[in-house]
């Protein structure tokens, strides 16, 4: 089964902070994801990764970057909290022509 | 602008009855659909998939219809079981070689013993 692991399952952060969320895959996949969940927002992307050291924005990128420096492991970087960043945020990873595989996400809020 | 919209927020059923989950799309370029389920506190999980080349796939319990020229799918779930309560997310994918899914907003089912 594919493991993809977030390192925390809940964040308290102050406004203005720098944030990192790591997410690490054990199958060697190619494709790596970060979403955010909202309620009545359902799942919007935030940026993928679909090689080492590539990046592509995603619908929301705003606020937000990303760093794939090893084919495992894929991070979301929020260079200064704001309020509106408290959610949940999922990582995901795919190899071409499969479906997603979600990590149990992190509960992030934005003091 | 929300290319896969689910309308019902929620929804309720009698334990052993059928659950119908509901998604519309609105882009034509879609053509690989998937559903996933969410518990709270966890990550969704992947539940059923349909290629635009069949119009139901079926995987025990749960069934997926595809009526292409509705631009509608739904999901079926009979008998619905306690442990099915979660958010139902509904996918879309321009080809199942495409990096991303559109996400709809989800549908809480909670079946009622």
């Known amino acids: 089964d594919v493991k993809v692991t977030q390192s925390s399952r809940y964040l308290v952060k102050r406004t203005g902070e720098k944030v990192f969320l790591e997410c690490v ?6 494709n790596m994801f970060w979403y955010r969940q909202d309620p009545g927002l359902g799942l919007r992307l935030i940026y993928f990764s679909y090689d080492v050291k ?5 619908d ?3 606020g937000y970057s990303v760093s794939r420096e090893k084919k495992e ?12 960043q408290t959610s949940m945020y999922l990582c995901a990873t795919k190899q071409t022509n499969e479906k997603l595989f979600f990590g149990s996400g992190t509960q992030l809020s934005v003091l | 602008d929300q290319q896969v919209k689910q309308n019902s927020p929620s929804l309720s ?23 996933y389920k969410k518990y709270p506190a966890e990550g969704p999980t992947f539940l059923i998939s349909i290629s635009s080349i069949k119009d139901k796939n079926e995987d025990g319990r749960f069934t997926v219809f595809l009526n292409k020229s509705a631009k509608h799918l739904s999901l079926h779930i009979v ?7 979660a958010v139902y997310f509904c996918a879309a994918s321009p080809g199942t070689g495409a990096n991303n899914l559109f996400f709809g907003t989800g549908t809480r089912l909670t079946v009622i013993p």
């Not at chain 1, 894929?74 to 704001?82: D, K, P, T």
């Not at chain 2, 059923?13 to 559903?35: A, H, K, P």
Request: proline residues 5%; charged residues 25%; aromatic residues 10%.
């Open chain 1, 25 to 30: 895959q054990d199958m060697d996949h190619e």
């Open chain 1, 54 to 58: 590539m990046k592509e924005k995603g």
């Open chain 1, 60 to 62: 929301i990128p705003e």
């Open chain 1, 73 to 84: 492991r894929f991070s979301l970087i929020l260079e200064s909290a704001s309020t509106n």
């Open chain 2, 13 to 35: 059923v009698q334990e052993g009855r059928i659950s119908i989950l509901n998604c519309d799309y609105t882009n034509s370029m879609f053509d690989y659909f998937l559903w």
């Open chain 2, 79 to 85: 008998p619905s079981q306690p442990g099915d309560s």
